[in-house]
């Protein structure tokens, strides 16, 4: 069992930055790739970014390509979403997301394949 709480959401004007940050239960932490995905009001929820166990390696959605960066830090059992150039459609609840992914076959970009969620944190981006 995992637990995830997501922390670092707020109000921001585009273009600027926040960091999101999610804390885990821990004592296998460095065991699962981790996930960010979000959910706009009216929208399903949508793939993010994703880390390896490790953190050595990275996957993003086109849409934030170049602008969000993940990462972790296995020895706080925290994974960081920097977001830098938000847009208003960034606007969305973030949530953190867990899987017990093989050091080959991390890269999950779909939310079944998930077993473990955060609650989420809102972030709102003004245009």
């Known amino acids: 069992q995992v637990q995830l709480v997501e922390s670092g959401g707020g109000l921001v004007q585009a273009g600027g930055s926040l960091r999101l940050s999610c804390a885990a239960s821990?004592?296998?932490?460095?065991?699962?790739?981790m996930g960010w995905f979000r959910q706009a009001p009216g929208k399903e929820r949508e793939f993010v970014a994703t880390?390896?166990?490790?953190?050595?390696?990275?996957y993003y959605a086109d849409s934030v390509k170049g602008r969000f960066t993940i990462s972790r830090d296995n020895a706080k059992n925290t994974v960081y979403l920097q977001m830098n150039s938000l847009k208003p459609e960034d606007t969305a609840v973030y949530y953190c997301?867990?899987?017990?992914?093989?050091?080959?076959?991390?890269?999950?970009?779909?939310?079944?394949?998930?077993?473990?969620w955060g609650q989420g944190t809102q972030v709102t981006v003004s245009s």
């Open positions: 880390i390896n166990c490790c953190g050595g390696s990275t």
């Open positions: 821990g004592r296998t932490f460095s065991s699962y790739a």
């Open positions: 997301a867990a899987r017990r992914g093989s050091v080959l076959s991390w890269l999950v970009t779909t939310i079944d394949r998930y077993d473990y």
